[in-house]
């Protein structure tokens, strides 16, 4: 990655604040390279982060906030260097996120709905309505088992 004009650099401590990860993951991305070693202050050894670097960060980051798997990540890091030959892999990388984020949000809404019917049933068991709270029982008792054959 090149400087751009300003070149301006950042610390690991600043490059972990400006992307949201923390230095312990930077330093682990670049060791199995995720991405590509950044260049290191020749008085020190440190970390030196240029804008680009922070940039190719941030893409990082936020695979990471989608759940993203570290292979997949350096697999789409890799493909992006390749730019439009490598446009169709990326597109496949994201549907199979986009896809498996899915299956993570109908699994989240079940499992909502569950604690939903277990506060509804504590309610009706609070008001003293019997046959409500076996009814949301026995609801609850069925998304329970639907759970464990997700899992």
Known sequence: MSARADGRTFSIKEAAALTGLPASTLRYYESIGVV???????SSGHRVY???DLDLLTWVACLNATGMS????KQYVANGAAGAAAAGQQVDLLTAQRDRLAREAELLAVRRRYVDLKIDY????????DAHAASLSAQARALADALKKTN
């Open 70 to 73: 570290v292979s997949d990540m």
């Open 50 to 52: 240029t804008e680009d």
């Open 36 to 42: 590509a070693p950044v260049g290191r202050s020749a």
């Open 122 to 129: 504590w309610r009706a068991v609070a008001d003293g309505d």
